[in-house]
């Protein structure tokens, strides 16, 4: 069982760079998620997704866009990375119970 | 939007101990998450729990949607029970919209 996998886990980004963090999940979700987690905080949603072809902005998508063109994948891409966007990337689905991938660790230098 | 705090925002305990923690809630919800993040980051289901009192093992929640309140339970800690506890819930009747509390973190001792 799969689940939600994200990759890469760790990545180290200069300013000015862009990246695209991948989430695929084998549970035939609608319903997939972005979140970011500053140290010490809970999580915060960037961007989520309803279905394919459909998405929405959460309460912190400035600086990011997705796209959601299966139901299986949600990728996050970073455009022009700046400091304030290290963080860690949880990507989820599920529409009832959300369910989490590992994370991805994000390093903007 | 909603707000949710959890307490103690800190925990220590010694192996075996019991302890409760708590999550209030600031509006309505369709749906209440516990969740226990490891050392190494990993976030885990534990409850699934918008109401009503749930169990498994030494763990056990209760959800009082109506005073807006959900309460975590520890039994006979372990070392291994080390870690962040966030509560996290949604308003909506559809979709699972996360906001997360502040979490609280729990130190138990050998």
């Known amino acids: 069982n799969a689940g939600v996998t994200q990759t890469p886990k760790f990545r180290i980004l200069k300013i000015g760079q862009s990246m695209t963090l991948q989430c695929t999940q084998d549970?035939?979700?609608?319903?997939m998620y972005w979140y970011r987690q500053d140290p010490g905080m809970g999580l915060k949603l960037i961007y989520y997704?309803?279905?394919?072809?459909?998405?929405d902005k959460g309460e912190v998508p400035n600086g990011y866009n997705v796209s959601r063109s299966t139901t299986e994948d949600f990728p996050l891409r970073l455009e022009l990375a700046a400091p304030s966007q290290t963080s860690v990337y949880f990507c989820?689905?599920?529409?009832?119970?959300?369910?989490f991938g590992q994370g991805t660790r994000l390093t903007v230098v | 939007g909603i707000q949710v705090e959890q307490s103690p925002p800190d925990l220590i305990l010694q192996e075996g101990a019991n302890s409760t923690l708590r999550c209030n809630f600031s509006?309505?919800?369709?749906?209440l998450q516990w969740f226990h993040q490891n050392p190494w980051g990993q976030l885990i289901n534990l409850f699934y729990i918008p109401s009503g009192t749930k169990q498994n093992g030494r763990l056990s929640a209760t959800t009082v949607a109506t005073e807006r309140y959900s309460l975590l339970y520890i039994s006979s800690s372990q070392t291994t029970d080390s870690g962040v506890y966030f509560c996290?819930?949604?308003?909506?009747?559809?979709?699972?919209?996360?906001?997360f509390g502040g979490g609280t973190r729990v130190l138990v001792k050998p």
């Open positions: 549970m035939n979700h609608n319903y």
């Open positions: 997704s309803v279905g394919a072809g459909i998405t």
């Open positions: 509006d309505s919800v369709n749906n």
């Open positions: 996290a819930v949604s308003p909506g009747a559809a979709g699972n919209k996360l906001t």
């Open positions: 989820a689905s599920g529409q009832s119970e959300a369910f």
